[in-house]
């Protein structure tokens, strides 16, 4: 495992509502790439995150899934399909 930190390249926005839920999970597929997932846990990436940047982003993914229920893994697949077309055809309705 690296043991050198990452930074996030650009804070993540604020969680306050459905479209900023959507925005965040968007903002994550692009940040994080193909490794994101929402169930993975801010510390368990690799090369891992700094304390402060995994914490917000456990409390950014907890606002996330209070706005969108499961619907938040349906949203995160069709970002990734936007963003990595390669992976597969189509969205998950």
Same mark, same amino acid.
């Given at each position: *495992?690296?043991?050198?930190?990452?930074? =996030? @390249?650009?804070?993540?926005? %604020?969680?306050?509502?459905?479209?900023?839920?959507?925005?965040?999970?968007?903002?994550?597929?692009?940040?994080?790439? $193909?490794? #994101?997932?929402?169930?993975?846990? &801010?510390?368990? #990436? %690799?090369?891992? !995150?700094?304390?402060?940047?995994?914490?917000? $982003?456990?409390? !950014?993914?907890?606002?996330? =899934?209070?706005?969108?229920?499961?619907?938040?893994?349906?949203?995160? =697949?069709? #970002?990734? *399909? @936007? @963003?990595?077309?390669? *992976? &597969?055809?189509?969205?998950?309705?």
């Amino acid at each position: *495992m690296n043991t050198a930190n990452r930074s =996030f @390249k650009s804070p993540p926005p %604020d969680v306050t509502n459905v479209r900023s839920a959507r925005r965040f999970l968007e903002w994550c597929v692009g940040e994080i790439g $193909l490794g #994101y997932h929402p169930d993975t846990q &801010g510390a368990a #990436y %690799d090369p891992p !995150l700094g304390e402060s940047d995994a914490r917000r $982003l456990d409390q !950014l993914h907890e606002a996330a =899934f209070n706005y969108l229920g499961d619907d938040v893994y349906r949203v995160a =697949f069709n #970002y990734y *399909m @936007k @963003k990595f077309p390669r *992976m &597969g055809k189509g969205s998950v309705s």
